[in-house]
């Protein structure tokens, strides 16, 4: 099955999303990001997702208040092909089962996300924060793991205590490709990918990657690793838009998975473009 063949009703992107720019709320757009430093709405996403015959998202937050979650939710509300909503919340609260109670009676909020990326080592260890997982995972909703390479054996041993908890990973990890340690990344994540409750974004690698000079060739081992190590059915498809923009077109971002999963299977592939989203996020039968 090409991707012209491919029905547009089940290609989701796993992974995008929105904001009105304010520099004061999204502090981590550095200079360096200039590029992303203003407006990102449904509007201009529709077309590009049109053109590549992607039928769905889910809108994943970008910064980590309640209010935006809410936004995301109210344009979830009015824009169809926004399946879905990672929104946050903050699981540390002492009445987070009210919290929880709250988000969880929007249909459109299919999962949870922390930037743990940018908390200290250890975080997930930590009471507080287990606690709220241990309540998220009462209510259904997944948890979306961000983080960066090293914090791999640290996201290991927290899904690991919870077993019943649905996890997606985010971007592979973040591996340092402009640093190298490709070999402790991808004994970390086959640490990982051997819990069945985790799952795996193919997202996030053209920004990991140098900007300008990223090549498919370059980026295919950790792929490759991916989809060694998770399988075909715990994989999905992610552009990080509008993040991606900075190394690569949606179109471009959209090619490499595309070309990675070239020789797999037409059931293979159609998991990896949007039926594996739609079993985590969206609770529908994989078959």
Not at 86 to 111: F, H, K, N
Not at 171 to 176: A, E, I, N, Q, S
Not at 226 to 236: K, N
Request: charged residues 25%; contains cysteine; aromatic residues 10%.
């Amino acid at each position: 099955m090409s991707a012209a063949n491919e029905s547009s009703a089940h290609v989701i992107d796993a992974h995008q999303h929105f904001w009105r720019y304010e520099p004061s709320r999204y502090g981590w757009i550095d200079g360096s990001m200039a590029a992303l430093a203003h407006d990102f709405l449904p509007g201009d996403l529709e077309d590009e997702l049109r053109a590549e015959g992607v039928g769905g998202t889910i809108a994943v937050q970008a910064r980590q208040d309640t209010e935006e979650t809410g936004w995301l939710i109210e344009l979830a509300n009015t824009q169809p092909f926004i399946r879905g909503v990672v929104g946050w919340i903050d699981l540390r609260a002492r009445d987070i089962e009210r919290q929880l109670e709250r988000v969880g009676q929007e249909p459109c909020v299919v999962g949870i996300r922390h930037v743990v990326q940018a908390e200290p080592e250890g975080f997930l260890d930590g009471s507080g924060f287990r606690h709220g997982i241990a309540a998220l995972a009462r209510v259904g909703l997944v948890y979306d793991i961000l983080i960066y390479a090293r914090q791999l054996p640290e996201a290991t041993r927290f899904a690991a205590a919870f077993p019943a908890q649905r996890f997606v990973l985010d971007h592979l990890g973040k591996p340092d490709i402009r640093g190298g340690g490709f070999e402790s990344w991808r004994r970390d994540i086959r640490g990982l990918a051997a819990l069945p409750n985790v799952w795996c974004k193919l997202s996030g690698l053209v920004t990991e990657a140098d900007w300008r000079t990223w090549t498919p060739a370059g980026l295919r081992p950790y792929l490759d690793t991916a989809l060694e190590a998770f399988g075909p059915s715990r994989l999905m498809f992610g552009s990080d838009w509008p993040v991606c923009t900075l190394g690569a077109t949606y179109r471009q971002t959209l090619a490499l998975v595309r070309e990675a999963i070239a020789e797999y299977s037409d059931e293979e592939r159609a998991r990896i473009m949007g039926r594996t989203a739609e079993h985590v996020y969206l609770r529908m039968n994989e078959s």
